[in-house]
Nanobody
Framework: QVQLRESGGGLVQPGGSLRLSCAASGGIISINDMRWYRQAPGKQRELVASITHDGTTNYADSVKGRFTISRDNAKNTVYLQMNSLKSEDTAVYYC???????????????WGQGTQVTVSS
């Protein structure tokens, strides 16, 4: 069974940095898009960054120039380097993958359980 597991969240001061990781496992044939979303208290989940299998990236305007998404296809892992963090970046960050796990089926959406990022002094 496919699982996505995030790590790397925590408490950081404004201006600081964190690196999130999300490792996919469980009989994976291939992964198309991988993305990071976040959800702050009382707000809807929003797309933060995405990366295609060949490395094309896109970012939300609010994180451009501060966050970098990357992936290691050999390890089925996606990363989010977050620099110059602000209090408004505080949220639960979720990993998403468009994963193909069977030669007989199309790819499906999979989500991680989320990791808390808190930016506070």
């Amino acid at each position: 069974q496919v699982q996505l597991r995030e790590s790397g969240g925590g408490l950081v001061q404004p201006g600081g940095s964190l690196r999130l990781s999300c490792a996919a496992s469980g009989g994976i044939i291939s992964i198309n898009d991988m993305r990071w979303y976040r959800q702050a208290p009382g707000k809807q989940r929003e797309l933060v960054a995405s990366i295609t299998h060949d490395g094309t990236t896109n970012y939300a305007d609010s994180v451009k120039g501060r966050f970098t998404i990357s992936r290691d296809n050999a390890k089925n892992t996606v990363y989010l380097q977050m620099n110059s963090l602000k209090s408004e970046d505080t949220a639960v960050y979720y990993c998403y993958g468009d994963v193909r796990a069977s030669p007989l089926r199309r790819s499906q959406d999979y989500w991680g359980q989320g990791t808390q990022v808190t930016v506070s002094s």
